[in-house]
């Protein structure tokens, strides 16, 4: 069975610094996704990012960025400019089409945003 | 935002009760999942659906059931609530295809006493 692991249960950055979220996955497939959420206090689960496997190429959406890792099985969460709206629960998640495109979370990484 | 929603929202139940929570979705996506998120352990799949009648088990799916009758609905019962069952629900949509997201609900806080 896949497992996902985020082995950072807190985190703390300064407003406008950059921080780094780990993620690592264990699988034996090649054909799958990788995903970060973000839940906010509001409770409501955010996409933030995706990663396909077959793409080398690093996904970034504005501020976030991951850094994908295949060999390694590493995909962490870069945030630059951390603004105080970021301070959430980050997930990551793992999909692939032998898991029934299930997805496999992470237990959490519980950002804090210091003014 | 997706149109999912999830009822109700909060509910306080005793131990031994009956309890069903319902997702409802206007996206007519094809799939359906029920998850519980516990502190340290993220969220874990109870249950899924692939389809109308079409339903398979997740990693915690013992003390669970579900139902999906409708396109729209599916919905998942505690046969007999217990204190272990206290989390928070939430169901997610997606289409077919390991590239699309799945869309969350806003989540149901159930407390069993």
């Known amino acids: 069975a896949q497992t996902v692991t985020q082995s950072q249960p807190e985190m703390s950055v300064q407003e406008a610094e950059t921080v780094t979220l780990s993620c690592t996955y264990d699988?034996?497939?090649?054909?799958?996704?990788l995903f970060w959420y973000k839940q906010p206090p509001s409770r409501q689960m955010i996409l933030v990012i995706r990663?396909?496997?077959?793409?080398?190429q690093n996904a970034t959406e504005n501020r976030f960025s991951v850094n994908f890792q295949k060999a390694a099985k590493s995909f962490s969460l870069k945030i630059s400019d951390s603004q105080l709206g970021d301070a959430a629960m980050y997930f990551c998640a793992y999909r692939s089409r032998s898991s029934g495109d299930k997805l496999t979370f992470g237990t959490g990484t519980r950002l804090a945003v210091r003014p | 935002d997706a149109g999912i929603t999830q009822s109700p929202r909060h509910k306080v139940t005793e131990t031994g009760t009956p309890v069903t929570l319902r997702c409802h979705q206007t996206?007519?996506?094809?799939?359906m999942y029920w998850y519980r998120q516990d502190p340290g352990h993220g969220l874990r799949l109870i249950h899924y659906s692939y389809g109308v009648k079409d339903t398979d088990k997740g990693e915690v799916s013992d003390g669970y059931s579900v139902s999906r009758s409708k396109t729209e609905d599916f919905l998942l019962t505690l046969e007999s609530a217990t204190s272990s069952q206290t989390s928070v629900y939430f169901c997610a949509i997606s289409d077919f295809g390991l590239s699309y997201e799945q869309y969350f609900g806003p989540g149901t806080r159930l407390t069993v006493t």
């Open positions: 990663q396909e496997a077959y793409k080398q």
């Open positions: 699988t034996s497939e090649s054909d799958y996704y």
């Open positions: 996206e007519n996506h094809r799939y």
